[in-house]
């Protein structure tokens, strides 16, 4: 069964720092890229960030470059989102989801509606 999970979401102050995680199961994790996509009902779905697990290119939404690093460490089977200078406009459910197409720009986050497998989400609050 092919399992994706997040973990580390929480309430934290503007400015302040968290590190989400999702760890992968039932699938062969090197050979996908990993995204984390967030969503709120005032903006829908949208894509954060993704890494390619083969050669550990990575692209950002524009508005979270510099703030947020995606990595990933194979030999765990989990992608990791630093997500550090929160700003309230950051609150939403992020949720992680894999991928057999290579990304190729930060283009490739907006096609979160072709992502082979997904996560449940970790909710994100930042308070003023």
């Known amino acids: 069964e092919v399992q994706l999970v997040e973990s580390g979401g929480g309430v934290v102050q503007a400015g302040g720092s968290l590190r989400l995680s999702c760890t992968g199961s039932?699938?062969?994790?090197?050979?996908?890229?990993i995204a984390w996509f967030r969503e709120t009902p005032e903006k829908g779905r949208e894509g954060v960030a993704v890494?390619?697990?083969?050669?550990?290119?990575?692209y950002y939404l524009d508005s979270v470059r510099g703030r947020f690093t995606i990595s990933s460490d194979n030999a765990k089977k989990t992608v990791y989102l630093q997500l550090d200078n929160l700003k309230q406009e950051d609150t939403a459910v992020y949720y992680c989801?894999?991928?057999?197409?290579?990304?190729?720009?930060?283009?490739?986050?907006?096609?979160?509606?072709?992502?082979?497998?997904w996560g449940r989400g970790t909710l994100v609050t930042v308070s003023a």
């Open positions: 989801a894999a991928d057999t197409e290579k990304p190729y720009s930060s283009q490739w986050l907006k096609y979160w509606y072709s992502m082979d497998y």
């Open positions: 039932g699938f062969t994790f090197k050979d996908y890229a």
């Open positions: 890494i390619s697990n083969d050669d550990g290119s990575t």
